[in-house]
């Protein structure tokens, strides 16, 4: 280290803009304006014995002073022009000088003498302008007494600032000083061994320590640390030992802190970098170690697996390619990353779908359709015709856009398992896809998936399920789709239907095209009306209306039976339901168009004669556990036609009983009425219904349709102390409400003719209310066929005489008494014969619709068909209506 220096008291000043050159410190600077070169040509270069300069830290014009600085003017010749050749040297300020040759310069007034350690001249070509640089070496601090241009640089007074050996030597007895450079030192060393850990090549810097005094030691580690301008400049001022150690281990320390700090930074990065590197490494071994032990089932082995499955789903092309980005998304995932299974749930579906998988079609024998259709369903000969008719145009024209069929009839009449024949037939998959009560759009169409928890609507999930792109397709009860603010699912389904439409087909959560062209579609529905007429343009409506009951003995005996005995491993040998019996439960236990209720009772015998059956094979069961097998010569013995006969030896203690069971092959349960109360309990319909209910005037007899069939619906009428208002109860439609008005307002309009009132009475409603209700108050009911049967109910209110019990009734009425048609003739009829009515009044012009009805009905009942209310009433009382109207309109 360099010994202290003899200053001269003159020095050439190099100006150094915003920066501080410290004692100890090393600069590389190169020189090119003018007035440095000359500066280092004259001090240094041309000089044998290298000289020193004076480094003086100049501060930027907008920079604000701090600290002592030399006033503008202080030297003798501080012209504009020499000042800012000088302040090049160091700095890129040529322009900015260029720009203001009148700048004022700040020097600052204290400085650092420098000696060179090196410098080196060049020649720049081909200008020839010469430049030098120069490695500057500091060496102690010095104060500027004045400031003089010589030539085109500077040259200053100055006088030093640093002590003297001797000086330094008593300054080191302070105790003060002592304990700052010992904490100095610390820190420093602190510093040292934190930079170690970092780099090798810090062996040096601790030599330093042990060898440099504590003050020089100070500037150097400060020169050494990216400080601001300010601080430097502080650090330069702090003459005073003690001042400048504190300063010193500041800073170093501070610097110290900002390298911990850091650290910590990196480390915390660099923990989680080797987290997931860890991570990644471990699940490399693993997968390694599966592959050793040959267990494969990874994730990476799954989307293997997947994209294998994907590539034999036969996708088309662009779908294909849309798959494959998607795979390729997955395949950057991490399998706990949110969208990770939303995106394989995606993939595996598009894998699932059938894009090309078909089930083989057979050609198409007609006659075995037939036979098959005849084989599943007892009667229903127009259906069936029907059906044929269709199977056949499909084998002449296989891709013909035939009609959709719907059938249409109550539940239980055998909608689903002729759908499910017509797959048979064809030799096509089946699947039923669930309308009943889809109000939301999505549900056909799918969720986008954009929404959390999305998935494909019921038709691709249908398909998906079925596994063929050509399945026969069952929408199941299309009339009881609705429509709200989640959209319209019946547009949805309209697209599916229409062929130039669903061979594209666009579920939101598949967001590709599929083709539905290949599927056919039947549809089911209970009623007609609530279809919307778009949609229902589309179908072929057949009708079918409820059974007879001889047509549902026939079912029964036929289908039902053998079919419940079937699934509960049962066989005729042992549980017979005779004919007597059935009729009975269809009498009894079932009041209904189709045939569910009595499958269901015929089930429920059938579960309960299973029972019986397990029971007694325990019993068998027990009692070979107690026998022992024979081993004399008897067990050789052979019977005639040659089959082993097993012996076994009863114990004495069992009882007789038990023997016989033993031998005993299972008994034939043959069900009887007391079976039937016991297993389906007491009847719950009989033919007194009617005549228990019309036992007291007001009360009439009507037919009407629902959703089930044909039904029996009571009208009651009742009056009461009031002001002459109509009440009306039992979950009424607008026009069945109508109907009672005109019904009212008939009435009142006959009364004298009818002679319905009192003497001198012309106002039937004369403080009175009258009072309608339609029981099965919880069943909504609307239509307006219940206008004659509210007419009897009033005329049989108002004249207090009974309405005949067996005799039921339908008819539209207007105001002048006509009686129009209505529809669901059949199911009204077959209604009534169920409820053991055997009078039924219809509108004359319904005549036609009684072709519907089975003869075997007809011929037990008496059909009343009539024009006007007159004659309903005429029909309706026993005896006739004794007051005969007077004028006919
Ligand atoms: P729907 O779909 O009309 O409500 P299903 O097709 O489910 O009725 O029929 C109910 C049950 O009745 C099924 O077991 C079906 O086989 C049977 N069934 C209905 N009609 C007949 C029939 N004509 N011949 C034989 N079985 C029938």
Not at 169 to 181: M, Y
Request: with cysteine.
């Amino acid at each position: 280290m360099a010994e202290p220096v003899e200053l001269p008291s003159r020095l050439a000043i190099l100006p150094f803009r915003n920066q501080v050159l410290l004692p100890g410190a090393i600069i590389r600077i190169r020189c090119t304006s003018p007035s440095s070169v000359k500066l280092v040509e004259q001090e240094l270069w041309q000089k044998e014995e290298k000289g020193l300069i004076g480094v003086l830290p100049v501060r930027d014009t907008e920079a604000t002073g701090v600290g002592s600085m030399i006033a503008p003017g202080m030297g003798s010749d501080s012209s504009g022009r020499g000042l800012k050749g000088v302040a090049d040297v160091v700095g890129d300020s040529q322009k900015q000088d260029a720009k203001n040759p009148q700048e004022v310069i700040h020097w600052h007034n204290r400085g650092v003498a420098a000696r060179a350690l090196h410098l080196s001249r060049g020649v720049e070509k081909p200008s020839g302008r010469v430049t030098y640089i120069v490695v500057l070496e500091g060496l102690c601090r010095f104060n500027v007494q004045e400031l003089s241009a010589r030539g085109t640089y500077y040259v200053a007074r100055v006088n030093r600032l640093d002590l003297t050996k001797a000086e330094l030597e008593q300054a080191e007895q302070d105790p003060d000083l002592i304990l700052l450079s010992r904490q100095f030192k610390a820190t420093a060393m602190e510093l040292i061994a934190v930079l170690e850990q970092k780099q090798k090549t810090v062996g040096r810097t601790k030599a330093l320590l042990e060898t440099v005094p504590v003050h020089r030691l100070a500037d150097i580690f400060v020169a050494s640390f990216e400080i601001s301008f300010e601080e430097q400049l502080s650090m330069l001022d702090s003459v005073d030992l003690k001042v400048r150690l504190s300063k010193a281990t500041e800073l170093v320390d501070r610097h110290l802190q900002s390298i911990r700090v850091a650290e910590k930074i990196t480390q915390k990065v660099e923990g989680q970098l080797s987290k997931s590197q860890k991570e990644f490494l471990l699940r490399q071994q693993m997968r390694a170690i599966k592959e050793e032990l040959g267990d494969n089932d990874d994730d990476e082995d799954d989307v293997a697996a997947l994209e294998r499955k994907m590539q034999s789903a036969g996708m088309p092309p662009n779908i294909w390619k849309h798959a494959q980005r998607e795979l390729r998304r997955l395949r950057k995932m991490q399998p706990q990353q949110p969208g990770y299974s939303s995106s394989r749930g995606y993939l595996e579906l598009l894998a699932d779908l059938p894009w090309q998988k078909v089930s083989e079609e057979p050609e198409l024998d007609l006659k075995a359709a037939q036979e098959s259709l005849d084989q599943d369903h007892y009667g229903l000969v127009k259906v069936k015709q029907r059906i044929i008719e269709y199977l056949a145009v499909r084998k002449l024209k296989p891709d013909a856009r035939g009609p959709v069929l719907c059938f249409v009839g109550p539940p239980g009449v055998g909608k689903t398992s002729l759908a499910s024949s017509i797959a048979k037939a064809l030799n096509r998959k089946f699947v039923r896809i669930s309308l009943g009560g889809v109000k939301d759009e999505a549900d056909i169409r799918g969720h986008r998936r954009t929404y959390v928890g999305s998935m494909p609507g019921r038709l691709i999930d249908g398909l998906k399920r079925v596994a063929v792109s050509n399945p026969v397709m069952l929408l199941d009860e299309i009339d009881k789709t609705g429509s709200d603010v989640r959209g319209d699912p019946a547009s949805a389904l309209l697209e599916v239907l229409d062929p130039e439409q669903n061979k594209t087909f666009n579920d939101h959560y598949l967001n590709v095209p599929f083709d539905l062209s290949k599927v056919i579609f039947v549809a089911t529905a209970n009623r007609v009306q609530p279809i919307p007429p778009p949609l229902l343009d589309r179908m072929e409506v057949i009708e079918l209306p409820g059974y007879t009951p001889e047509e549902k003995l026939k079912i029964a005996m036929k289908h039902l039976i053998p079919r419940v005995l079937e699934q509960h491993g049962l066989s005729s040998e042992f549980l017979q339901i005779p004919e007597g019996m059935v009729k009975l439960i269809i009498q009894r236990y079932t009041r209904e168009a189709g045939v569910r209720n009595l499958e269901r009772n015929l089930a429920a015998l059938a579960r309960a004669a299973a029972v019986k059956l397990a029971e007694q094979k325990d019993c068998v069961v027990q009692l070979s556990k107690d026998v022992h097998p024979m081993t004399t010569s008897l067990l050789d013995t052979r019977l005639a036609d040659g089959s082993d006969i097993e012996m076994e030896v009863i114990p004495m203690s069992i009882n007789r009983q038990d023997i016989s069971n033993a031998f005993a092959s299972p008994l034939t349960l043959v069900v009887d009425e007391a079976m039937l109360e016991k297993v389906l309990g007491p009847p719950r319909f009989d033919d007194r219904e009617t005549a228990d209910r019309v036992a007291s005037p007001g009360v009439s007899v009507g037919l009407v349709w629902t959703s089930f069939g044909g039904e029996v619906q009571f009208v009651e009428a009742t009056t009461m102390v009031g002001k002459g208002d109509l009440h009306l109860t039992g979950q009424l439609g607008d026009v069945i409400k109508e109907s009672a008005q005109i019904a009212l307002t008939w009435v009142r309009a006959r009364t004298a003719d009818l002679k319905l009132s009192a003497a001198g009475e012309t106002n039937l409603l004369e403080n009175r209310d009258i009072h309608i209700h339609f029981p099965a108050g919880a069943v909504p009911k609307d239509g307006p066929s219940a206008g004659v049967t509210l007419v009897t109910s009033l005329v049989s209110l108002f004249s207090q005489k009974k309405v005949r019990a067996d005799t039921a009734m339908t008819g539209e009425m207007t105001l002048r008494g006509l009686v129009l048609p209505v529809g669901g003739i059949k199911d009204k009829v077959l209604a009534a014969h169920r409820y053991g009515i055997r009078r039924v009044i219809l509108p004359e012009r319904n005549l036609k619709d009684l072709a519907e009805v089975p003869s075997a009905i007809l011929a037990g009942m008496e059909i009343l068909l009539v024009k006007r209310i007159e004659d309903v009433l005429e029909q309706a009382f026993e005896g006739g209506c004794p007051w005969k109207p007077q004028s006919k309109l």
